[in-house]
């Protein structure tokens, strides 16, 4: 790839790394991207523990604007890749700890130009136990989560939302899940449990980025008679009222903090940075957007982010 950039005397703007079996090296990593002083987008693989090509764009405090490894870097993709596990081995620390340093050194706090890192995986309940599994390094620019919310987020409520949105899918073992009267009281358990949240003395960035504010507009975005139980338990209105509840905390951390988890779909996640011209209308239509996934065949995947078109909500 190199050698082709080389001869092509080419300056990119865009790349995007295909899957593969076989991991990236660092070097061969290093060298490509040297070779693209003005790309603005980098979409790769994720790679297993162990790798350490996120060190290399690491930006450090006493390096001038022209010394890192694409300086102009806005946007970052990390897609699945067909020889990873459904659980990868990247959720070892060492391997996040890199990553969120390299994220946090580009952006803008920090005075780079990195807009936003996608992640995109088979599973939403298998990227969040990659990122966020444990003391998560991204708990830092989070600003702190609270252990105790986190966990009842991250455990409980994740699942509960994954069945919800898996529910209505070809998978039979999802649809008798579905339709089962369990799921329907386990439902009603867990909306129960969000409303009795309080916010807004909390910080609300679990709620960004395990995706539930997306998930909750879904939900109370269904036409009537669609979602199982919602006759006895006014599951779309109730959705409804948790989001107009939690908005204000919502919007105030993500002024507070300077960014944004959006779920966009399952497996489809974004870190995003407000922009100085964004109101708060627009971040909050942002966090509820949904966008068609590519598919699950790994081979979409790669620059799938450019590629994909994102579907605007109706407020």
């Known amino acids: 790839m ?3 950039v080389r001869r092509s005397g080419c300056s990119l703007k ?3 790394l295909a899957s593969s079996n076989k991991p990236v090296e660092y070097s061969d990593f290093c060298e490509l991207l040297s070779l693209c002083p003005e790309l603005e987008s980098l979409d790769i693989p994720l790679p297993d523990n162990g790798s350490t090509i996120f060190n290399s764009l690491i930006v450090e405090p006493f390096q001038s ?13 990390l897609h699945y890749h067909s020889g990873a596990l459904l659980q990868p081995d990247f959720g070892i620390p060492d391997c996040v700890n890199a990553l969120v340093e390299a994220i946090q050194s580009r952006s803008p706090p920090r005075g780079g130009l990195l807009e936003e890192v996608n992640f995109f995986w088979t599973s939403t309940l298998a990227l969040h136990n990659m990122l966020f599994v444990g003391n998560s390094a991204f708990d830092i620019p989070d600003g702190g989560v609270d252990t105790k919310a986190d966990k009842m987020f991250n455990d409980a409520g994740r699942l509960a939302l994954h069945e919800h949105l898996q ?8 649809q008798a899940a579905y339709y089962s009267p369990a799921f329907v009281v386990n439902m009603d358990l867990f909306m129960r449990t969000l409303e009795g949240r309080k916010v807004n003395k909390t910080n609300t960035m679990p709620l960004l980025r395990y995706g539930y504010l997306g998930a909750l507009h879904n939900l109370s975005q269904e036409a009537p008679g669609v979602i199982v139980g919602d006759r006895v338990f006014r599951f779309r209105t109730r959705a409804r009222k948790l989001l107009s509840k939690w908005k204000p905390s919502i919007l105030r951390d993500t ?3 300077g960014h944004r988890w959006c779920q966009y779909n399952e497996g489809d996640l974004s870190l995003k940075w407000n922009k100085a011209s964004e109101s708060d209308a627009d971040i909050w239509k942002d966090i509820l957007t949904t966008r068609k996934p590519p598919g699950l065949d790994p081979k979409a995947w790669s620059g799938c982010f450019e590629a994909r078109p994102r579907v605007p909500v109706n407020l």
């Not at 604007?65 to 993709?77: A, C, Q």
């Not at 529910?167 to 999802?174: A, L, T």
């Open 65 to 77: 604007v022209s010394t890192p490894i694409v300086p102009k870097l806005r946007t970052l993709g």
């Open 167 to 174: 529910g209505r899918s070809s998978e039979s073992s999802w």
């Open 2 to 4: 190199s050698g082709l």
């Open 255 to 257: 002024r507070r903090f």
């Open 14 to 16: 865009r790349l995007a």
